[in-house]
């Protein structure tokens, strides 16, 4: 049996559903999940033609309990309007989805209760407000018990360094304060699924280290599940093992970050230094891509050993010294959208 988290989906095709009993029951489902979009062109200088915009293009895959998945892809994916499906906000135009075994179209304001939301581009606090009435706020709206919600607050207070601004009013805030005042926000409910879009936008070095250590103390300790949605893509290297890779709406891979090179067919670089300049180096286990006077880079597949390659070549050619360069993971994943078909799909 195939394990959607450890098997890349070919380009564009479905992701098995099934997986072992070992791994808990998914808290996410989501099965030939379609989004499309009716929108009006201008077509000439009166007339207006409609159009449908495939969003999100027969999507499935499930999330269990306490995992931290990475949910990626270029601008206009998808993953926003997944994201909106899975909060309720957008309504599928096919396929079916669950969260924590609710339909999150029907029931909305039920799973509200259970999930939280940061979307990093907005914030969900009240401007004119400190962060301690906003937090009095989300107390009331949710009706949390007065126990948990000041066990919950003092919590995210200590760990997201909130102290010193529990006081201030939003508006007044940095962005990166303002964004581990928003994710406090969306914990104090103590929800079971924490959707994160662009958690790490705009923030300087210091605040992301801090958003992300909590995340991953969230994670571990509390087991939330997490669903991450980032154009860092160092966010998704040190928190998710598990990464989804979207584009014009299809899953084009689903597994772990590691697998991603595989299904980038990604190489790593020799640089090789040798005593003189000499003409491209020719070997039959990797390609010379760059000369530049005594320096030399030979392109060889990320998935085989340097070693026979740097065996041939040092009996060979008069090599000082050599290194080996890991395959950048943002090339790979350029490589993987540039090697679709073009265009997207209209209906
Ligand atoms: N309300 C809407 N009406 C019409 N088209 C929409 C609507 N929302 C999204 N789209 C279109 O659906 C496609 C997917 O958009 P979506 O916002 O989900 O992408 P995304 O992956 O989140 O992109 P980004 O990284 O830029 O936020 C885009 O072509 C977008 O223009």
Same mark, same amino acid.
């Given at each position: 049996?195939?394990?959607?988290h ?25 099965t ?26 027969g ?59 940061v ?34 607050? *003092? /919590?995210?207070?200590?760990l $997201?360094?909130?102290?010193r601004?529990?006081?201030? &009013? !939003?508006?007044? @805030? #940095? ?41 991953r ?19 998704i ?65 990320? *998935? /085989?050993?340097?070693?026979? $390659? ?7 050619? &008069? !090599?000082?010294? @050599? #290194? ?24």
């Amino acid at each position: 049996m195939t394990d959607p988290h450890t098997t890349p989906a070919a380009p564009g095709s479905p992701v098995p559903a099934s997986r072992p009993s070992s791994v808990p029951a998914p808290v996410i489902e989501l099965t030939d999940v379609e989004k499309v979009f009716d929108i009006r062109k201008r077509a000439g200088l009166l007339r207006r033609e409609k159009q449908q915009v495939r969003a999100v293009d027969g999507i499935s895959f499930t999330v269990p309990r306490g995992e931290m998945v990475g949910y990626i892809g270029p601008n206009g994916a998808g993953k926003s309007t997944t994201i909106k499906m899975l909060t309720g906000i957008l309504t599928p135009s096919g396929g079916r989805v669950r969260v924590a075994g609710i339909d999150p179209a029907r029931e909305r304001t039920v799973l509200a209760r259970r999930i939280g939301v940061v979307f990093g581009q907005r914030t969900t606090l009240w401007w004119d407000l400190p962060l301690r009435d906003s937090y009095r706020l989300v107390h009331r709206m949710y009706r949390i018990p007065d126990r948990r919600f000041r066990e919950n607050l *003092d /919590r995210c207070v200590d760990l $997201l360094d909130l102290g010193r601004l529990m006081d201030v &009013p !939003v508006r007044q @805030l #940095s962005l990166g304060q303002r964004m581990r005042g928003d994710i406090a926000a969306a914990l104090l409910h103590d929800p079971e699924v924490l959707y994160l879009d662009e958690p790490t936008i705009g923030l300087d070095v210091v605040s992301k280290a801090k958003v992300r250590e909590f995340l991953r103390e969230l994670n571990a300790e509390r087991s939330v599940t997490i669903l991450l949605t980032t154009h860092d893509l160092t966010d998704i290297e040190q928190l998710c093992r598990r990464v989804m890779v979207i584009d014009h709406g299809k899953l084009m891979y689903d597994g772990p970050l590691a697998g991603l090179h595989e299904a980038g067919e990604s190489e790593r670089i020799l640089v090789v230094d040798l005593a003189r300049e000499l003409p491209p180096l020719e070997t039959g286990l990797a390609r010379t891509v760059r000369v530049e006077g005594p320096r030399q880079w030979l392109a060889f597949p990320a *998935d /085989r050993s340097a070693a026979p $390659l740097v065996a041939e070549l040092a009996a060979a050619y &008069p !090599v000082v010294d @050599l #290194s080996v360069r890991e395959p950048d993971i943002e090339a790979v994943i350029a490589r993987m959208y540039a090697d679709r078909p073009g265009g997207r799909s209209r209906v």
